[in-house]
């Protein structure tokens, strides 16, 4: 800390770390001070943008006594080894999703954030969405009963140019397909809402449009058993004719609820939809559902930080939804259920 600021320095400058600068932007006490990226060019634009000072090589940014927290914003299979680095340099860190390319490295995280009193935060910005809070709320205070059923969809549209980076659609850097990229917000958001510890995982991937580009997933079936029974289906491609709202469909006791990009809704018996919650602002754009939720969360997680309370989305947090992904890859090789928890990697 200097004069009472926290230091943040953010380590890869593409597409998302505009979302974090910018969410940066009037939160108290902290301050956006480095931006870094092995594309020198990358992180000069950027700190020109930012006004801050540029770095090409992460390490540094480690080793500065000049920050005190870094966002890891680089392609995942650098998450993990980024992110442990970094606490056990004495740094706060606030990874992007997935929070590791594998279990193993994501229980090594949980492990060293919990030696130094809980460092972590791991981005999971739609659980900031009024709609999906309240969905939570109304299954955990059993407002409609007991939860009987909760199935997810993501179909989106993702096409050969957005995999023609030097990480993207490859196991080695990003670790899976539509599953640890895309879908595992949603998938995060089934498993928070239906609020019980996933017992039991099975399902297939595939590659079913994109297979002349990436040798990653571009399509997902999977079922989730979770405690006491209840039964969890989802289903994710990228392989779509667009990217189409994602929904998240709960069927209680007391009826059933529809969850849609940010909008909630009671599915009445005769088939109409009664509105419960809009979003505080409407998505324009393709891109924008990125950003949405990103300012709730870092400020929630710096309000933690500075007043010295616990994370609320930290690395346990993270874990859920990229513990199910790995046991679904592990399912669909085998042809075998996966329980959990599942130490298989
Ligand atoms: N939360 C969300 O809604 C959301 C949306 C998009 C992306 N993301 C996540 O954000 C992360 C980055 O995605 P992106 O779309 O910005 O990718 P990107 O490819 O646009 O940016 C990644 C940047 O990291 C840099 N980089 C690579 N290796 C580096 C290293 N060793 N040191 C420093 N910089 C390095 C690259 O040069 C690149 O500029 C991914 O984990 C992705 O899943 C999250």
Redesign the pocket.
Same mark, same amino acid.
């Given at each position: 800390m200097s004069d009472n600021i926290f230091r943040i320095a953010i $380590?890869?400058?593409?597409?998302?770390? =505009?979302?974090h600068a910018r969410a940066l932007v009037g939160l108290p006490g902290v301050a956006l001070t480095q931006v870094?990226?092995?594309?020198p060019e990358?992180?000069d634009a950027s700190a020109a943008l930012y006004g801050c000072r540029a770095v090409?090589?992460?390490k540094t940014v480690f080793e500065s006594d000049e920050v005190d927290g870094v966002h $890891?914003?680089?392609?995942?299979y650098? =998450?993990g080894p980024?992110a442990i680095e970094a606490m056990r340099c004495g740094k706060y860190v606030l990874?992007?999703?997935?929070m590791a390319g594998n279990l193993a490295q994501a229980r090594e995280m949980i492990e060293v954030s919990d030696s130094l009193g809980g460092r972590l935060g791991v981005?999971?910005?739609?659980r900031y969405l009024e709609a999906a809070r309240r969905l939570r709320q109304i299954i955990a205070d059993r407002e409609m009963g007991e939860l009987l059923g909760i199935r997810g969809t993501v179909a989106w549209k993702r096409t050969p140019e957005y995999y023609s980076?030097?990480?993207?659609g490859r196991w080695a850097t990003?670790c899976g397909g539509v599953m640890?990229?895309q879908a595992?917000?949603k998938l995060d958001l089934l498993q928070w809402c239906a609020g019980r510890p996933a017992t039991r995982v099975s399902g297939r991937v595939s590659t079913d449009g994109l297979y002349e580009c990436i040798e990653v997933e571009d399509t997902a079936h999977i079922r989730i058993e979770f405690e006491g029974g209840l039964v969890g289906t989802f289903y994710a491609t990228v392989a779509g004719s667009e990217n189409e709202p994602v929904e998240i469909h709960t069927r209680l006791e007391g009826g059933r609820l529809l969850y849609r990009s940010g909008w909630l809704y009671r599915w009445e018996s005769d088939g109409r939809l009664t509105l419960l919650v809009a979003p505080e602002r409407q998505a324009k754009g393709d891109?924008a559902?990125?950003?949405i939720?990103?300012r709730a969360q870092l400020k929630d997680y710096y309000e933690s930080v500075l007043g010295g309370a616990p994370i609320w989305l930290d690395a346990r947090q993270g874990f859920g939804a990229l513990e199910i992904i790995r046991a679904l890859y592990a399912a669909s090789r085998g042809g075998q259920p996966i329980t959990l928890p599942w130490i298989g990697e």
């Open positions: $380590i890869g400058c593409g597409g998302i770390h =505009h979302e870094c990226d092995i594309k990358r992180a090409y090589d992460a $890891i914003c680089t392609p995942h650098l =998450h980024m990874v992007e999703k997935p981005i999971f910005q739609n980076d030097d990480w993207h990003e640890m990229n595992i917000h891109k559902y990125w950003g939720g990103h």
